[in-house]
């Protein structure tokens, strides 16, 4: 990998390699909490209670994927940090075209998918000290060579791979130093104040703009059309009852998809 590696942070202080391991989101923790510097990398062959978003599990099978997490200590405040999720995303997708040349759509925050299918998905967990963001652990799941017939029923017609995308297997190694190139570049971007054009880039590949999704919050449940994403990352909908527009947190929104009638 380090053949690949450009980074300056990300990857540098400290690296780990496991064969097997629970969760290297939980694993990052652990060093964070003792004292684990910016920049360091857990990574595994497989994980056995991989870790998704909104408390779901993560398919982690040996040999086929990457599954990574880093230790962050971002200068920000804890509203911000959707924006660092958002950066995350946009500098995994950038970094994937820029191996692959297949342009990952991002479906808001920062799932990425290709023709559909999710191929990666970012967990992202803060420690918030005295109101400060005191780390960020930043997990990232990609189905590299990861096949159809290695798919659970449950997930099989959602998921991809960069394999079923592209019908090649990709070298995992350069993968994973191309994501830590993207995505240090996007986190350096957010960090040193240009927010603005990190989040115009992650705009032209925000499939959810424009699309029909459902927002829960308490027991209500809205539908509306995602407009645009503000500038702390949040995705601002327009109802459809009333044209007022709300901004939403990520665990309320699910994309609504178009059936054929609605979409001819
Ligand atoms: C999602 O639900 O989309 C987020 C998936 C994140 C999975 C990665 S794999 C490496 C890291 N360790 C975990 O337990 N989860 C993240």
Redesign the pocket.
Same mark, same amino acid.
């Given at each position: 990998m380090n053949r690949f590696l450009v980074t300056s942070v990300l990857g540098r202080p400290a690296l780990e390699f496991h064969e097997t391991i629970d969760?290297?989101? #939980?694993r990052a923790r652990e060093l964070a909490l003792a004292g684990g510097q910016e920049g360091t990398l857990v990574a595994?062959e497989r994980?056995t209670?991989?870790? /998704?978003? #909104?408390g779901?599990a993560?398919h @982690?099978p040996p040999g086929l994927n990457l599954?990574? @997490?880093l230790i962050l200590r971002p200068p920000l405040s804890p509203e911000h940090t959707t924006c660092l999720t958002l950066a995350a995303g946009l500098g995994a997708a950038e970094a994937i075209e820029r191996i692959t040349k297949r342009r990952p759509d991002i479906k808001w925050p920062?799932?990425l998918l290709i023709s559909g299918r999710?191929i990666?998905?970012?967990?992202s967990e803060m420690e918030v000290r005295a109101g400060r963001a005191d780390f960020v652990i930043l /997990?990232? /799941?990609l189905n590299v060579n990861l096949g159809p017939e290695h798919l659970p029923p449950e997930i099989a017609s959602l998921a991809g791979s960069l394999l079923i995308a592209t019908g090649r297997p990709w070298d995992r190694a350069q993968l994973l130093a191309a994501l830590l190139n993207g995505i240090e570049g996007a986190y350096f971007d957010l960090v040193r104040g240009r927010r603005a054009a990190i989040l115009s880039r992650y705009r032209e590949h925000c499939v959810t703009l424009g699309s029909m999704v459902e927002v829960a919050q308490g027991t209500t449940r809205r539908r509306g059309r995602a407009v645009d994403i503000d500038e702390s990352g949040g995705l601002i909908v327009e109802s459809l009852d009333d044209g007022r527009r709300i901004t939403v947190d990520a665990g309320e929104v699910t994309l609504i998809k178009p059936t054929p009638l609605e979409n001819p």
């Open positions: 969760s290297t989101n #939980l595994a994980q209670q991989g870790r /998704g978003r #909104l779901r993560w @982690s599954y990574f @997490s920062n799932d999710k990666c998905g970012i967990l /997990g990232l /799941g």
